[in-house]
């Protein structure tokens, strides 16, 4: 018997040529889901999806646009939210 990560789709299959041109498969963590805007849930841009422990070493500046509701919303919902915000006031 093989062990079940083989066997499930837990695991990621990856295909990959050795030097010797075999083929062989690879068995890797899957990445975790886009994330989408609060607003309008179009997929959001400018974030890495990586696995909670990559993350954690990466700057926060690389984890989302850098702007007011960066990595919340997308751009078109932030830019209407800002333009709203303002003449509220
Ligand atoms: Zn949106």
Known sequence: MRPSKQKS???RRVFKKTPGGRKTVDYVLRKPK???CSNCG?????IPRLRPGKLSKTPKTMKR????????LCSSCSRRRLIDSARSK
């Open 9 to 11: 789709r837990t695991m």
């Open 34 to 36: 886009k994330l989408v």
């Open 42 to 46: 179009r997929e959001l841009h400018g």
């Open 65 to 72: 646009p850098e702007r007011p509701y960066g990595g919340i």
